[in-house]
């Protein structure tokens, strides 16, 4: 029997997964952009970096 605990832990590692894919994904984009792009890339990068330090997974 699954807690909610056990389901809250679940999307937690669920969300973290698909996280770490667009990361992975905006580091591929970067080679292929410049100036502003690049920046906003890495912003958005660093946002979803420290969202994923913040949830501990």
């Keep these: ?3 909610s605990t056990d389901t809250f ?3 937690d590692r ?4 698909r996280l ?3 990361v992975a994904d905006l580091r591929d984009r970067l080679r ?3 100036g502003r792009s690049r920046d906003d890339t890495l ?3 660093d ?3 420290r969202q994923l330090s913040r949830m501990h997974c």
């Design 1 to 3: 029997m699954t807690t």
């Design 9 to 11: 832990r679940y999307n």
């Design 14 to 17: 669920h969300l973290a997964n």
């Design 20 to 22: 770490e894919a667009e």
């Design 32 to 34: 292929f952009e410049t």
């Design 43 to 45: 912003d958005d990068i």
């Design 47 to 49: 946002k979803i970096e």
